[in-house]
């Protein structure tokens, strides 16, 4: 894909991250995603990739560096929760989803309190018509448990839609998914990307998801590093 030349939509500069004072998980770490790129990040557990995610996601803040998302320094939010919620989509391993909701109940709650002037029919309306768009149309009224391991995962993107951010951000989105769901998710992204012009930035173990990225960037020890100077550990 031609991504545009416009401002990047993530620059991080120079981070570092220390726990009990002692484990840099991330470790002068400099990176810069393009607007409309899918990025991959692949690594050994402990990397700091998972970290690297929360940064992003406002979960968690540098110790020092400079975190810049869609023109926003995230270091100087005093809302980060009510910024996340607006801006920025979850996707994780394992769903997330609330077992006693129904598909369309699952997508419709970040909504609630994000836009007090919509309506819940409106609401209602808008997560049909993403489920719709992860092909689950149809399935609005099935609980988690009445789904495929696949379709869970749907629902989840659907739900990390439901407040049009630009940064879609994905922790290992297909580690529980046997193959074929697998490549039905990495494919969801690719179209999700191409129709709604967001930005994707996943941490993957599986090198067949990564290959379908534009770019892949390896983690080691905190840093971006070249994937030889990782060897065996990058997936």
Do not use: C, W
């Not at 991080?12 to 810069?32: E, H, P, S, Y």
């Not at 879609?168 to 697998?182: F, K, Q, V, Y």
């Amino acid at each position: 894909m031609a991504l545009a030349t416009a401002a990047p939509i993530v620059e991080l500069t120079d981070l570092v991250k220390v726990f009990d004072g002692q484990v840099r998980a991330l470790d002068g770490l400099d990176l810069t995603v393009a607007r409309g790129e899918f990025l991959a990040i692949n690594g050994a557990s402990g990397a700091g990739k998972s970290t690297l995610l929360q940064v992003l996601a406002a979960i968690d803040t540098p110790d020092s560096g400079r975190v810049v998302v869609d023109g926003v320094d995230l270091t100087r939010v005093r809302h980060p929760d009510h910024y996340r919620r607006q801006e920025i989509g979850l996707v994780f391993q394992l769903h997330n989803l609330l077992p006693q909701l129904n598909a369309r109940q699952n997508v419709e709650l970040p909504m609630i309190g994000t836009h007090p002037r919509r309506t819940r029919k409106e609401r209602a309306a808008q997560a049909d018509e993403l489920l719709a768009a992860v092909q689950l149309a149809g399935k609005e009224l099935r609980r988690p448990p009445e789904l495929s391991g696949g379709e869970r995962q749907r629902v989840a993107i659907a739900r990390a839609l439901a407040n049009s951010p630009a940064l879609l951000l994905a922790d290992e989105p297909t580690g529980n998914l046997d193959s074929g769901s697998a490549d039905a998710v990495i494919e969801l992204f690719e179209r999700i990307r191409r129709e709604r012009d967001v930005t994707i930035v996943m941490v993957t173990h599986d090198p067949r998801a990564a290959k379908a990225a534009d770019r892949v960037v390896t983690m080691l020890d905190g840093r971006i590093v070249d994937p030889a100077e990782a060897g065996d550990a990058a997936f």
